[in-house]
């Protein structure tokens, strides 16, 4: 039994593993999603700042009928404190625009492919305006940061409360759907209910920390990816450790007991991952 364990961890950590290396490049690109409060309602332009300076001369080309030309040059032109703009230079690698669709004194800007890990927002508006935001340290793959117009702040969404709040909603709904087909193979609560909760709530764990590091890792991509590969894991893991650990019926009735609750907890939530 030790062995059959020892052999599904080993897989659970491969299979963890392999996304990331064959999707190094082929896969989601890392993305900087900002979302601007307070804007004015002057023409506004946004660009990212960096501490590395442009190698090449080459301006983006900006068309004149299109784009303000005096703010396209005072982006070009900031350098305060060794930041620079990287939307205006050709040799960019972040995707994105820089005209700001204002709202109801709101908008939203995104960039991506290869967004950097430490940068400042900067915002040019017509009516002669000039803000800066603190330094941003990017954690996410997919960060969205909030930035206020008015004082300059910027802060990056927290990842880990919203993933908490799947988790638990996760495995209540995961111990009711089990819990329902655990009563259907004329398993009792008083004999089998302790076993089923710890081994729901370990396993449920473990596929938390998996999508949490699909998360971190590529995104809303990452985490579909790890919880189809967890859940698959896991399927084996359950089986076995019901099969052994429960003490009601046939291996047999425990082993299809485990399966068919697992079937129906992953299309659960697969739809519920899909969903939110």
């Known amino acids: 039994m030790k062995k059959i364990l020892f052999s599904i961890l080993i897989i659970l950590l491969?299979?963890?593993?392999?996304?990331?290396?064959?999707?190094?490049?082929?896969?989601?690109?890392?993305?900087?999603?900002?979302?601007?409060?307070?804007?004015?309602?002057?023409?506004?332009?946004?660009?990212?700042?960096?501490?590395?300076k442009s190698e090449r001369d080459d301006s983006r080309y900006f068309d004149e009928q299109e784009y303000n030309q005096n703010l396209i040059q005072r982006l070009?032109?900031?350098?305060?404190?060794?930041?620079?703009?990287?939307?205006?230079?050709?040799?960019?690698?972040?995707?994105?625009?820089?005209?700001?669709?204002v709202k109801d004194g709101a908008c939203t800007m995104r960039y991506s492919y290869r967004p950097p890990d430490r940068y400042r927002i900067i915002v040019v508006t017509e009516d002669g305006g000039t803000v800066v935001s603190n330094i941003i340290e990017r954690k996410n793959f997919d960060s969205t940061v909030y930035f206020d117009y008015a004082t300059g702040?910027?802060?990056e969404k927290a990842v880990l409360p919203s993933l908490a709040i799947q988790f638990i909603t996760t495995c209540l709904l995961t111990l009711l759907v089990e819990g329902l087909v655990l009563l259907l193979?004329?398993?009792?609560l008083k004999k089998s209910l302790v076993p089923f909760l710890v081994i729901n709530i370990v396993t449920q764990l473990l596929l938390f920390a998996?999508?949490?590091?699909?998360?971190?890792?590529?995104?809303?991509f990452g985490a579909l990816i790890f919880y189809v590969l967890a859940e698959f894991a896991i399927f084996i893991l359950e089986c076995v450790l019901f099969?052994?650990?429960?003490?009601?019926?046939?291996?047999?009735?425990?082993?299809?007991?485990?399966?068919?609750?697992?079937v129906l907890s992953f299309v659960a939530g697969l739809i519920m991952i899909l969903i939110f």
């Not at 193979?185 to 009792?188: A, D, E, G, I, L």
């Open 14 to 52: 491969l299979c963890l593993m392999l996304p990331a290396a064959a999707l190094a490049d082929a896969g989601p690109k890392p993305s900087i999603t900002v979302k601007a409060v307070n804007m004015p309602d002057a023409l506004s332009y946004m660009d990212i700042l960096v501490t590395e």
């Open 76 to 101: 070009k032109a900031y350098s305060g404190d060794g930041w620079y703009t990287t939307m205006t230079y050709e040799d960019s690698l972040i995707f994105g625009g820089i005209h700001c669709n």
């Open 153 to 155: 702040e910027a802060r």
């Open 185 to 188: 193979f004329r398993f009792t």
């Open 210 to 220: 998996a999508v949490m590091a699909g998360m971190m890792m590529m995104g809303a």
């Open 243 to 262: 099969a052994a650990i429960l003490k009601e019926h046939t291996v047999g009735r425990r082993i299809a007991f485990a399966a068919a609750a697992n």
